[in-house]
Each structure stands twice: as C-alpha cells, then as structure tokens.
C-alpha cells in the first residue's frame, strides 16, 4: 500500500492531536502544522513519541498569513515529499453577543477559521489534482450548521468552511480530488473538559446520547475520509454531534 502524506492544521491541540494519531495508524505520514507561539512543541513530540508516533515532522507557521502557508506546505514537502492529504483544523473562537463584538475579533476568526482554507489548500489542491489523486478534509462545526448565539463570527466562519467544500469538491470532483467537511459537537478535549463541572453537565444534557465525543471519533472520520476506499464520497458534511441537530 502507497504511504501517503497527510498534512494537519492545527496539530497540537486535543482535536488535532487525536487526528494526527487516527492518520498515522491508518498508515499515513504525518507533518504537523502548528502556530509558532505554542511553545511546548518539544513537550508534544516527547508524548506523542511516548505514545508509540515517533516519526511526526513539524512545520510552523500562521495559517492566516498566505506566505506562511506556502512555506510550511514547502518544509512539509522537502522533509517528506507530495502532500497527498490536507486537513484544515486549525481554527480559534472569540465569543461575543455580536452588539459587544468588536471588529479585531470578527476579523481573527475569520481569517484563521476561514481564510485559512484559501491559504492552506491553494498550495497543495492543484497539484492532487495534476497528480490525480489527493484527500482536502475540513472542520467544520455544528454551530457552522446551526448557529450558536455570541458566536457570529465563529458560526459564519463554520458555515463558510462547508459552501467551501461543496464548491470545491465541485471543481475537483472529475481529478480524483475529493474534498469533505466535519462538523464535530461537542469534544472532550482538555480544554472542554476543563469547564466549570456545572457548565460541563449543562452541555452533555443537552446532547441527545449524553456523552460528548472522544477526540478520536473526529480523528477516525478524517482518517476514513482519507482513505483509499473513500474516492466516491465528496462535498459531504459528516454531522458528528450525538444528536445534538439535524440537517
């Protein structure tokens, strides 16, 4: 079987981490792409390596700035070859009720949960298609499907990452290109699950199988939706929220 190279955004965070993993069993080589200010990269790769992924390479950049895509997506490739598979999971909030939000806040999520899909995949979607084969998987968010209030910006965001796909997947579906999205719930990340234990309950209540997802659920459909056996499946949103809504 042809190992090929995943590339994932926002690596080091618990959704990202958990990603990374799912590839790399599933047999991928895996480039973490992370922001320059997490400082504890060193720290990760120890605990990754202890967990038994030893051979994760590193890039950093800010998924925001275009030059810094194309440098990663270019460090990715001298260190490890074509970048088959992309992941865009990077992605921050600055929750606000949109009458106190300011404009620095609405431009942040936008251009790192959003733009960040033009800067990241315009440097490797071109040259799948050349090749005529590639995976584009991006996270997405059930607020993205159904809106949440004080998060105008980060639900906007999350809706455009699925028109994204739709379009894209369009494009790129005749070049053996398949482009998806994920709209995960609510994960138990360590930043979720160091929530206020009331607020916490108050969130699982309200999700129908009264649980939250383990990051390695999303982690799992990513490394599905990379996989050989997925060529026929693209411009879908896979809902994976316990429930929780509907399209």
């Known amino acids: ?43 990760w790769l120890a605990d990754m390596a202890a967990a038994g992924f030893k051979d994760f390479v590193c890039v950093a950049g800010d998924v925001s700035v275009l030059e810094d895509c194309q ?36 431009d942040a999520v936008i251009a790192t949960n959003l733009t960040s899909l033009f800067n990241m995949t315009k440097q490797v979607s071109a040259k799948m298609a050349e090749r005529g084969w590639g995976r584009i998987v991006n996270i997405s968010s059930v607020n993205g499907v159904k809106g949440q209030a004080g998060q105008t910006n980060y639900s906007a965001a999350k809706a455009g990452v699925i028109g994204f796909t739709k379009a894209l997947a369009a494009e790129l579906a005749a070049k053996g290109v398949t482009v998806n999205a994920i709209a995960p719930g609510y994960v138990a990340t360590k930043m979720v699950m160091a929530i206020k234990p009331e607020v916490l309950q108050t969130i699982v209540d309200s999700v129908p199988m009264k649980r939250l997802a383990k990051p390695e659920e999303i982690g799992y459909a990513c490394a599905y939706l990379s996989n050989e056996l997925s060529g026929f499946t693209t411009g879908a949103t896979i809902n994976i929220n316990g429930g929780l809504y509907y399209q």
């Open 1 to 43: 079987m042809t190992q090929r190279v995943a590339l994932v955004t926002g690596a080091m965070g618990g959704l990202g981490t958990a990603i990374c993993q799912e590839l790399a069993k599933a047999g991928n080589k895996v480039v973490a792409a992370y922001h320059p200010q997490f400082d504890n990269k060193d720290a």
């Open 71 to 106: 440098r990663m997506v270019a460090e990715a490739e001298a260190a490890c070859g074509q970048v088959d598979i992309l992941i865009n999971n990077a992605g921050i909030t600055r929750d606000r009720m949109f009458a106190k939000m300011e404009r620095d806040g609405w």
